[in-house]
């Protein structure tokens, strides 16, 4: 089992920047894929990135390639997710996952845990 907990979500102008972290629990860290979900209001929640956990080789959303990068720190049992160029589509609470699959999934249906979500905010 993880848990996970994020952290550095807030209020932030078009165009900035905003780098997101996720702390996981447990020893066995690296063995699970990571990946960042979002979901605004009245909206479905959407894939973001994810970063497997057998290569390391990273996925991401359509709406955010280009702009967001995940990376992770299995030292660290980190996971984070840089935001650059944020645009106000951009609004919305960003979940933090962990799924056993050894590559990059997709759905949110595909990942075990996840952490509580911490708000992010664009503003015009």
């Known amino acids: 089992q993880v848990q996970l907990v994020e952290s550095g979500g807030g209020l932030v102008q078009a165009g900035g920047s905003l780098r997101l972290s996720c702390a996981a629990s447990g020893r066995t860290f690296s063995s699970y894929t990571m990946g960042w979900f979002r979901q605004a209001p009245g909206k479905e929640r959407e894939f973001v990135a994810a970063i497997g956990w057998s290569d390391s080789i990273t996925r991401y959303g359509d709406s955010v390639k280009g702009r967001f990068t995940i990376s992770r720190d299995n030292a660290k049992n980190t996971v984070y997710l840089q935001m650059n160029s944020l645009k106000r589509e951009d609004t919305a609470v960003y979940y933090c996952?962990?799924?056993?699959?050894?590559?990059?999934?997709?759905?949110?249906?595909?990942?075990?845990?996840w952490g509580q979500g911490t708000q992010v905010t664009v503003s015009s």
């Open positions: 996952a962990a799924t056993l699959f050894p590559i990059q999934r997709v759905r949110a249906d595909e990942y075990d845990y």
